[in-house]
């Protein structure tokens, strides 16, 4: 089975700061994908950032950057220059083959908040 | 591009009452998936379709859920009779491919409260 854990409940940032979302995760497939979603007020869930498990580099998406550890499967999320449009539930989640249907698997959430 | 559309947005019923979501997936893409998002928690996946055909719906709550995908786009998710702890939110995904490096695109979800 796999499982994400999101340790954080609650995170708050000063505008243009920097701030970064922990997740680890288990998983027993050596082969698999690793996202981190934002989910606004609006609900309409956003893929982030996404890393493939082989790759060793670290993904990043213009101001989104992942630290992946894949020995001690962390997958830690770091926004930088931080905007008020980043207030959002973040969700970390795991794609492998489960069931034959390459689930999606989420952790519990953080939420953000960019303070002014 | 169109997104993932869902309706209702929102929908309040009593506890035994029957409930109806329905979601058109982005046009082109055969993976459909439905999640429940409970308030405080990750969406979990309900049931996933390749087509008009079931892939997994091992998490699906079978005597009181069901879903269908008749013609391999639309899909209607059904809750009967609706269960107190039914109340969360009806997240819709479609992707080009059932495969792990396909982007999975959400839709904005039905907010179900059931009294």
């Known amino acids: 089975a796999q499982t994400v854990t999101q340790s954080q409940p609650e995170m708050s940032v000063q505008e243009a700061e920097t701030v970064t979302l922990s997740c680890t995760y288990d998983?027993?497939?050596?082969?698999?994908?690793l996202f981190w979603y934002k989910q606004p007020p609006s609900r309409q869930m956003i893929l982030v950032i996404r890393?493939?498990?082989?790759?060793?580099q670290n993904a990043t998406e213009n101001r989104f950057s992942v630290n992946f550890q894949k020995a001690a499967k962390s997958f830690s999320l770091k926004i930088s220059d931080s905007q008020l449009g980043d207030t959002a539930m973040y969700f970390c989640?795991?794609?492998?083959?489960?069931?034959?249907?390459?689930?999606?698997?989420f952790g519990k959430g953080t939420k953000l908040s960019v303070i002014p | 591009e169109a997104g993932v559309a869902q309706s209702p947005r929102y929908k309040i019923i009593e506890k035994r009452q029957s409930v109806a979501f329905w979601c058109n997936p982005i046009?082109?893409?055969?993976?459909l998936y439905w999640y429940q998002q409970i308030l405080g928690q990750g969406p979990k996946l309900l049931i996933q379709?390749?087509?008009?055909?079931?892939?997994?719906d091992s998490q699906l709550p079978k005597d009181r859920f069901s879903a269908e995908r008749l013609k391999g786009v639309d899909s209607t998710l059904k809750i009967q009779p609706a269960k107190l702890e039914d109340s969360a939110v009806y997240l819709c995904?479609?992707?080009?491919?059932?495969?792990?490096?396909?982007?999975?695109?959400f839709g904005p979800g039905t907010r179900l409260t059931v009294t």
């Open positions: 995904a479609s992707s080009f491919s059932p495969g792990k490096a396909y982007e999975q695109y």
């Open positions: 998983t027993s497939e050596s082969n698999y994908y």
């Open positions: 890393q493939e498990a082989y790759k060793q």
């Open positions: 989640a795991l794609r492998g083959s489960g069931a034959g249907s390459y689930q999606l698997t």
């Open positions: 046009s082109g893409h055969a993976t």
């Open positions: 379709f390749q087509n008009n055909g079931v892939v997994d």
